[in-house]
């Protein structure tokens, strides 16, 4: 059974940094393209970076592009979302999202490409 577990979510002041970790069971991540998303209260889910099947390809959110890294150990069966500068407009509750699809554009940004998704991990940034 496909499962995905986020952690690593918690309270970070302005400016800090949080990795969050999205660990795969039940299948092997090598094979999926894996996307981060996140929905703040009142607003719609977005999509913020994938990681694509496809030779490994990355699409970022243009407001994230500078400040978060997206990476994967395959050995782990980990994907890692490292949030540097954090602001608090990044307050949201952060998904991540598995798929089998290969994809050749930034169509791995929107939720709907994605059947199989973790719990999510709260990400409060305040001073």
């Known amino acids: 059974q496909l499962q995905l577990v986020e952690s690593g979510g918690g309270l970070v002041q302005p400016g800090g940094s949080l990795k969050l970790s999205c660990t795969a069971s039940?299948?092997?991540?090598?094979?999926?393209?894996i996307g981060w998303f996140r929905q703040a209260p009142g607003k719609e889910r977005e999509g913020i970076v994938c990681l694509t099947r496809t030779y490994g390809t990355t699409y970022y959110l243009d407001s994230v592009k500078d400040r978060f890294t997206v990476s994967r150990d395959n050995a782990k069966n980990v994907v890692y979302l490292q949030m540097n500068s954090l602001k608090p407009e990044d307050t949201a509750v952060y998904y991540c999202?598995?798929?089998?699809?290969?994809?050749?554009?930034?169509?791995?940004?929107?939720?709907?490409?994605?059947?199989?998704w973790g719990q999510g991990t709260q990400v409060t940034v305040s001073s």
């Open positions: 039940g299948f092997s991540l090598d094979f999926y393209t």
């Open positions: 999202a598995a798929d089998r699809k290969y994809f050749y554009s930034d169509y791995c940004l929107y939720s709907y490409s994605y059947d199989s």
